[in-house]
T-cell receptor
Framework: DAKTTQPTSMDCAEGRAANLPCNHS???????VYWYRQIHSQGPQYIIH???NNETNEMASLIITEDRKSSTLILPHATLRDTAVYYC?????FGAGTRLTVKP | GAGVSQSPRYKVAKRGQDVALRCDPI?????LFWYQQALGQGPEFLTY????????KSGLPSDRFFAERPEGSVSTLKIQRTQQEDSAVYLC????????????????FGPGTRLTVT
């Protein structure tokens, strides 16, 4: 069973920040939150992960609440190529993900 | 370097046939995962190996599904007596286990095998 819940879909204007929320209220203390994205017909691609602290890499930032019950993936300057389904997962259990559409 | 590869990329089977799907993980990766992804859905966990040991097979939908990784590298997912509801993309992923942190892993996915049962 998926341990995360996400909105079904979101839109974002090109060049603006995309903020994708995820709830993982049953997460255990040693379980990491991972984010992947999947572009049509391809396997999921790793984006970022975190445990307690906020994380940033070349692709995105991850903000984790202090109680670890939710997190937000931030794509700081969304491009059309960021249009994909984004998955927030805990312990290899994917939910349905958020379909992000970046519009010009 | 080479990523995760899967073969065949596409497979059409008649209902009742047996199929075998192959996954070649990244060399040196300890962990290997199989997922089933139906059209429009997220990947559903099927099973997980650490080296040759199948540590979790809780996601296998029925006893028609069987996975093995006998030498701790290549893995095969076998589906016996295929049914139409088995039609899906089967994804394989591998990860480099982090010693002492069994819940910390980044998975590298293959392109998947699209199985169509007619």
């Amino acid at each position: 069973d998926a341990k995360t819940t996400q909105p079904t879909s979101m839109d974002c204007a090109e060049g603006r920040a995309a903020n994708l929320p995820c709830n993982h209220s049953t997460i255990s203390g040693n379980e990491y939150v991972y984010w992947y994205r999947q572009i049509h017909s391809q396997g999921p691609q790793y984006i970022i992960h975190g445990l307690k602290n906020n994380e940033t890499n070349e692709m995105a930032s991850l903000i984790i609440t202090e109680d670890r019950k939710s997190s937000t993936l931030i794509l700081p300057h969304a491009t059309l190529r960021d249009t994909a389904v984004y998955y927030c997962i805990v312990i290899a259990r994917f939910g349905a993900g958020t379909r992000l559409t970046v519009k010009p | 370097g080479a990523g995760v590869s899967q073969s065949p990329r596409y497979k059409v089977a008649k209902r009742g046939q047996d199929v075998a799907l192959r996954c070649d993980p990244i060399s040196g990766h300890v962990s290997l995962f199989w997922y089933q992804q139906a059209l429009g859905q997220g990947p559903e966990f099927l099973t997980y190996f650490q080296n040759e040991a199948q540590l979790d097979k809780s996601g296998l939908p029925s006893d028609r599904f069987f996975a093995e990784r006998p030498e701790g590298s290549v893995s095969t997912l076998k589906i016996q007596r295929t049914q139409q509801e088995d039609s899906a993309v089967y994804l394989c992923a591998s990860s480099l286990e982090t010693p002492g942190q069994q819940v910390n892993y980044e998975q590298y996915f293959g392109p998947g095998t699209r199985l169509t049962v007619t």
